[in-house]
T-cell receptor, first 114, second 113 residues
């Protein structure tokens, strides 16, 4: 699986958009970008994933550059409850013998301030 | 829908003692994962089951760690004997295996003294 690089920490004001970058310059054509977050004392929580196109769901938007070497997770209106560690994970498509294996890095600690 | 259940939530033991953790995945999820998360690090996969068969245990320290998933539902993870460096949160997750969306339990925080 391709390696990802994320800033160790970021701050955001409540109500503003939080933009979390992820670099994955060695991503290959069949690898997806997944985002999870982990709120303090809880297990990680799935947020969103994508292959090539931008994706949006009720939690966030995922913007993947055209060359797929980087992506940005956008929380449109951050709240205090969005304070968490955010993990960007690149992994091959599910199925076959992989059965959904995820490799977590250090992630980005996002702190949302009042 | 009930989430992934884990017990106990906290455990304190002395080194060289044994400990076991239990996980009940979301009903119908064929894939079950055990992760170890050391303070300040991301979760590390220890073992992955598909139904009651092991798919990946490449990072499981097999000299002291063991895991089983009876009847393809509940799972237990055992450490025997424990070392100081085993102090961590042990997370269980389940999924359908067809996607990478995994559902995590709250974890068991183990402290080895």
């Amino acid at each position: 699986d391709a390696k990802t690089t994320q800033p160790p920490s970021m701050d955001c004001a409540e109500g503003r958009a939080a933009n979390l970058p992820c670099n994955h310059s060695t991503i290959s054509g069949n690898e997806y970008v997944y985002w999870y977050r982990q709120i303090h004392s809880q297990g990680p929580q799935y947020i969103i994933h994508g292959l090539k196109n931008n994706e949006t769901n009720e939690m966030a938007s995922l913007i993947i550059t055209e060359d797929r070497k980087s992506s940005t997770l956008i929380l449109p209106h951050a709240t205090l409850r969005d304070t968490a560690v955010y993990y960007c994970i690149v992994t091959k498509s599910a199925g076959g013998t992989s059965y959904g294996k995820l490799t977590f890095g250090q992630g980005t600690i996002l702190t949302v301030h009042p | 829908e009930a989430g992934v259940a884990q017990s106990p939530r906290y455990k304190i033991i002395e080194k060289r003692q044994s400990v076991a953790f239990w996980c009940n995945p979301i009903s119908g999820h064929a894939t079950l994962y055990w992760y170890q998360q050391i303070l300040g690090q991301g979760p590390k996969l220890l073992i992955q089951f598909q139904n009651n068969g092991v798919v990946d245990d490449s990072q499981l320290p097999k000299d002291r760690f063991s895991a089983e998933r009876l009847k393809g539902v509940d799972s237990t993870l055992k450490i025997q004997p424990a070392k100081l460096e085993d102090s961590a949160v042990y997370l269980c997750a389940s999924g359908t295996g067809g996607t990478y969306e995994q559902f995590f339990g709250p974890g068991t925080r183990l402290t080895v003294l």
